[in-house]
């Protein structure tokens, strides 16, 4: 597939795309998807939903045609409401999120480099996820300049220093 697509903001009216790229990030593994309600309604996933767009908020939407084929976006999540990936008060959590047929055709490469480009002329030092362990993602996090930062229960938190 030849780069086809096209990168723009997200705006308010992207929320439930990005519902479905909550879906997509969470059923990374072959043969284990859960059910779309299950996740939305979980509050490990919805607090990436919540709200959006909420001042502290930034994301990218990949289309192609004008269809939204992939986002990347961060939240800056409280210290009492962390994600899976909270570091600490000011870095922003991002999330990503590609549909199949687009994975592995640099589509989240531009997604992240683009957002990464925000959130450092936002004035931000660095941007933080969460990715389970297995990923295969976190092959492509590292390549991008991430690093493990703390281990838990099946994930890894990672961080990008953006300066």
């Known amino acids: ?6 990168l723009r903001a997200a705006t308010q009216g992207d929320g439930l795309f990005l519902g479905d790229m909550v879906v997509e990030a969470a059923n ?19 607090r990436y ?4 767009i909420r001042p502290g908020d930034a994301g990218v939407i990949a289309t192609v045609a004008g269809e939204p084929v992939g986002a990347a976006w961060y939240r800056m999540l409280p210290r009492t409401d962390p994600g899976f990936g909270y570091v600490g008060t000011g870095v922003p959590e991002l999330i990503i999120g590609v549909r199949p047929l ?6 989240g490469r531009a997604l992240l480099r ?4 925000q959130a450092r002329s936002e ?6 996820l969460s990715v389970e362990r297995g990923n295969f993602a976190q092959v492509f996090y590292r390549s991008e300049g991430f690093a493990v930062t ?11 220093s953006l300066r």
């Open 150 to 160: 703390q281990s838990g229960f099946g994930r890894d938190t990672m961080v990008k």
């Open 102 to 107: 687009w994975r592995a055709h640099g589509v």
């Open 28 to 46: 990374w593994r072959a043969g284990a998807a859960r059910p779309r309600h299950e996740i939305m309604t979980h509050p490990d996933h919805r």
């Open 1 to 6: 597939m030849a780069e086809t697509w096209t």
């Open 114 to 117: 683009r957002l990464c480009d």
């Open 49 to 52: 939903l919540a709200g959006w």
């Open 123 to 128: 004035g931000r030092a660095r941007i933080c």
